[in-house]
């Protein structure tokens, strides 16, 4: 299956805004009567405002922007950008964020949910293990938190730093409704999010195994290709790894747009 750039990069956001799974669009960002997601991992968030452009909430042109002090499109998600909840910034910050929204929307009645996506290296704040215990108190299985399995926090392996594993036990131990996936997996990501609610009164959890880098084979699951700079060279050399041999008139501007 082809999918556009930003979703190669970074493919959990397939089953996210703009798709039937969650009721976001362009038109009912301010109605109540909408479903909520947060990005806490908030790194990815040049993925996200890819889809954006895609969903028609952003100028593509404005992408180009991206870590300028002249615009909002910066390090974090920014709620000066339409479609954006929360800012990130604090990690562990945005699990207890959309706790509050989703306990709101079970008071109210509503039967709309909230998507929450959280790195694998966030868990290590104390605070989303508080909010997964908090969720199953409260019962609040329209709240769903999809970690991003990637094995690296930062520019260091999970497992040599704080080890995690096995982190669909600590999940289930704390009271959750857990499925694990290959995150890559169109198919499998539909598949877990078409179980929704995995289990009446019970948090929901989908641990996407990612890998960092996937579809540019020479710096997937490469430490030193975390927040680093690419040459001219380096640049045209991973867009011919996306898009292969034929494409010759390649810019930098194409790794951003598509
Ligand atoms: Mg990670």
Redesign the pocket.
């Known amino acids: 299956m082809s999918a556009p750039l930003y979703q190669r990069l970074i493919l959990l956001f397939t089953c996210m805004p703009n798709s039937e799974f969650l009721n976001i669009n362009k038109d009912n960002l301010n109605d109540p009567d909408r479903d909520y997601l947060f990005l806490s991992?908030g790194h990815d968030v040049p993925a996200l405002y890819g889809t954006f452009v895609e969903m028609g909430l952003l100028d593509a042109d404005r992408l180009k922007n991206h870590l300028s002090v002249n615009d909002n499109i910066y390090w974090h998600p920014n709620t000066k950008i339409p479609g954006i909840e929360f800012h990130s910034g604090s990690l562990g910050h945005l699990p207890s964020v959309a706790i509050g929204v989703a306990m709101d929307l079970k008071i109210k009645g509503s039967t709309n949910k909230v998507v929450c996506i959280m790195?694998?290296?966030e868990l290590n704040e104390g605070t989303c293990w508080e909010a997964v215990l908090v969720a199953n108190a409260y019962k609040l299985d329209n709240l769903i938190f999809v970690i991003?399995r990637?094995?690296?926090?930062a520019n260091m392996p999970?497992e040599d730093l704080i080890p995690l594993e096995p982190l669909h036990d600590k999940f289930t131990a704390f009271g959750a409704a857990v499925k694990r996936i290959n995150g890559h997996d169109f198919k499998a990501l539909d598949e877990a999010f078409s179980a929704y609610p995995f289990q009446t009164g019970k948090l929901n959890v989908v641990i996407a195994d990612t890998i960092?880098g996937k579809g540019l084979p020479s710096i997937e699951r490469r430490a030193d290709r975390w927040f680093c700079n690419f040459n001219a060279a380096e640049v045209n050399g991973l867009l011919k790894e996306l898009h292969g041999e034929h494409l010759t008139q390649l810019t930098s501007e194409t790794l951003v747009v598509r």
């Open positions: 991992k790195g694998d290296g991003d990637n094995q690296f926090q999970t960092r």
